[in-house]
């Protein structure tokens, strides 16, 4: 199976913050690469397929990048209701795993 | 709208049974590829079973092969995991959510608890 990390597990940032979260392979999976949100009792929500293309509806702060291995989520401004878990997930194989996620909260 | 609910979560002890199901609308439901995927508190996500759009394929995790089983029903659009042989580990919350042609996940339910605890 490929193996997802995502670092930081956790960080605390203020409104207007710019955020960077950063996942990484433990192969090359091109682009096959989507990043979502999760907050407590709610559906997680895509934010961004095959490494930067943004899902209708997201915010433009969203942003990503990245190929092969390695991988970066870029809030360019946190907003009161970004502060959520976000998790990388690869699609390359159809043993579809995620990243261990990195929870944003409030400082 | 696309919507996904799902139901039948609860408190199951060890060793027993649990059926989830997951209505869909807002969508033809027979042209996509289902799948479940499940959060267990400080573990994340972790990817559980998919099948095709016409139910004739399925895919499962290593941790629920020959315990649980995935089907469709598309006149009803509604999917279904029907969880045998359950253990502690099983316990989180369960998501239905829609593949796309591209492999990514475009839509979720909100997710249905699942206790496995005597």
């Known amino acids: 199976d490929i193996q997802m990390t995502q670092s930081p597990s956790s960080l605390s940032a203020s409104v207007g913050d710019r955020v960077t979260i950063t996942c990484r392979a433990s192969q090359s999976i091109s682009t096959y690469l989507n990043w979502y949100q999760l907050k407590p009792g709610k559906a997680p929500k895509l934010l961004i397929y095959t490494a930067s293309s943004l899902q209708r509806g997201v915010p433009s702060r969203f942003s990503g990048s990245g190929s092969g291995t390695d991988f970066t989520l870029t809030i360019s401004s946190l907003q009161p209701e970004d502060f959520a878990t976000y998790f990388c997930q690869q699609s390359y194989s159809t043993l579809f795993t995620f990243g261990p996620g990195t929870k944003v909260d409030i400082k | 709208e696309v919507q996904l609910v799902e139901s039948g979560g609860g408190l199951v002890q060890p060793g027993g049974s649990l059926r989830l199901s997951c209505a869909a609308s807002g969508f033809t439901f027979s042209s996509n590829w289902m799948h479940w995927v499940r959060q267990t508190p400080g573990k994340g996500l972790v990817w559980v079973s998919g099948i095709n759009s016409d139910g004739s394929t399925t895919t499962y995790a290593d941790s629920v092969k020959g315990r649980f089983t995935i089907s469709r029903d598309n006149a009803k659009n509604t999917l279904y995991l029907q969880m045998n042989s359950l253990r502690a580990e099983d316990t989180s919350v369960y998501y239905c959510?829609?593949?796309?042609?591209?492999?990514?996940?475009?839509?979720w339910g909100q997710g249905t608890l699942v206790t496995v605890s005597s």
């Open positions: 959510a829609r593949l796309t042609s591209l492999y990514y996940f475009d839509y």
